[in-house]
């Protein structure tokens, strides 16, 4: 099998402009930062069930039987193995979004903004085409209202490429895209090449190692949600109700 994954390092622009607040009062993380146009407060909101951490993964394509999300739903998988994490796919195929510019209808790009809204954390899962990353994730972002309410949010990112070099340049862009509307863009994207040769038609995964490293995206976010929000969560609350004597 000529296949090949990679996780490389970034540096993650996004991450250092930022401090992250809690409101407890309203259950919302709040980070504040400087984005190009001026200073940005983002709520991010937890799931009403207490300590459970709602996860949201959009698929960056509309193609039937497509491999990027045969790739994602073993983060999918990842992730709902972990009982403190809620996860939704989002299929922008059911959305009916529109073009920048264009007449809306208004009703996907709500209930699009909504869902991510509600998330703590997010994964974009992208194919590369002619060296980019998808339309339909463009088209995705362009939805998701300005200021984004992406903005101030941690995401994972995920690409899937036919050629030898796998989706480096389209994971570079996305992470570009995603640092100037204010979303934390993590480090250690998972590129996978020569996709069509690491999983079969009916979307299973072929080699282990791969299959191990795509894994990584759901920890590698919920990591660092607990590591350095949650105790954020854990510092507001004694502050607010006082350390017990």
């Known amino acids: 099998m000529h296949s090949a994954v990679s996780q490389y390092n970034v540096h993650s ?32 909101a937890m799931t009403s069930e207490a300590g459970t951490l709602s996860i949201v993964v959009i698929n960056g394509t509309v193609r039937p039987g497509n491999y990027t999300s045969a790739a994602s739903a073993l983060v999918v998988d990842e992730l709902r193995k972990d009982p403190g994490v ?28 909504a869902k991510v809204g509600a998330a703590v954390g997010v994964v974009l899962a992208t194919p590369e085409y002619h060296g980019s990353f998808s339309a339909a994730m463009k088209l995705v972002i362009e939805n998701l209202g300005f200021p984004s309410v992406l903005s101030g949010k941690p995401v ?19 992470r570009s895209v995603c640092s100037h509307i204010g979303a934390i863009a993590l480090p250690l ?18 080699d282990p190692g791969t299959e191990k490293l795509v894994r990584k995206v759901a920890t590698n976010l919920t990591d660092y949600i607990r590591k350095h929000l949650c105790p954020a969560v854990q510092l507001e609350r004694l502050l607010r ?4 004597s």
């Open 13 to 44: 622009e996004s991450v250092d402009p930022f401090g992250v607040i809690i409101d407890t009062t309203r259950g919302t993380f709040v980070a504040r930062g400087m984005m190009p146009h001026g200073p940005k407060r983002t709520e991010i």
């Open 86 to 113: 809620t996860v939704e796919v989002i299929d922008p195929a059911t959305l009916n979004l529109s073009l920048p510019g264009a007449p809306s209808n208004g009703e996907g790009a709500k209930v699009l903004q």
């Open 156 to 174: 994972a990112l995920l690409g899937v490429a036919a050629g030898s070099i796998g989706a480096i340049k389209s994971l570079e862009q996305l």
């Open 189 to 206: 994207p998972v590129s996978i090449a020569n996709v069509q040769q690491v999983f079969d038609s009916a979307g299973r995964c072929l």
């Open 241 to 244: 109700e006082g350390i017990p």
